[in-house]
């Protein structure tokens, strides 16, 4: 379970978040929705560690996040999938090299990057694009790439921050019954998003942030 207790988040005088209050449980699908600035993606990089709040304790499992020390924290990012709108590739890398970069950092064994890699392009569809580099593919490739890597440690959270912002129609749809499916495998999904047709196609719980604040949370219907 994942709880927001009283978080605040203040950059100098500018407060970004004021007294969030949130529980996350397991297997839940949750959409963040709201305007630019609202505090979304500031959300998410404390989810992630990369930031400390101001105020307030972000548990998973009863752990707080923002006391790990160094070691630990990098072994609490690795159960932590993280899709950008704008891929964050590596340009002079295959699209295998872009997935396996996440493992080999990791000092996993060769047979196992390779078995694995080869798993998530296939669950993707992106196994025939392995040699390909990021500058051959489609938006909706790179996106699937970048999921792909998301998912190479088998992560028991995935957050997607806007990853349909950049795609078309179709490639947006299809990256949304990925996610989907990867919900349904077991893994709790945190999907910000401005698309209103995502919203409605979804039909799941939507938690909607304005000026640093929650001013709704539904339930799926």
Avoid: W
Wanted: charged share 25%.
């Amino acid at each position: 379970m994942l709880a927001f207790k009283n978080i605040s988040k203040d950059y100098g005088m500018q407060k970004t978040l004021k007294d969030i209050n949130l529980t996350i449980y397991p297997q839940e699908f949750v959409l963040l929705i709201g305007p630019s600035g609202a505090g979304k993606s500031t959300l998410m990089h404390l989810l992630l560690g990369a930031q400390k709040p101001t105020t307030g304790s972000i548990q998973i499992d009863g752990t707080q996040i923002e006391n790990l020390d160094t070691e630990t924290m990098q072994e609490y990012r690795r159960m932590i999938g993280m899709v950008f709108q704008d891929y964050k590739l590596l340009a002079q890398k295959t699209v295998f090299e872009n997935v396996a970069f996440a493992m080999q950092v990791c000092g996993e064994e060769d047979d196992d990057i390779v078995r694995r890699v080869n798993e998530v392009l296939e669950k993707v569809n992106l196994l025939h694009k392995s040699k390909n580099y990021p500058d051959e593919l489609s938006g909706g490739e790179k996106q699937r790439t970048a999921l792909a890597r998301a998912l190479v440690h088998k992560p028991k959270l995935l957050i997607a921050d806007e990853p349909t912002g950049n795609l078309d129609p179709d490639s947006a749809m299809q990256m949304i019954e990925l996610l989907k499916t990867i919900n349904a495998e077991g893994v709790t999904v945190i999907l910000a998003t401005h698309n209103q047709e995502i919203v409605e196609y979804l039909k799941t719980r939507v938690i909607k942030i304005e000026d640093g604040m929650i001013v709704s949370d539904q339930k799926a219907a």
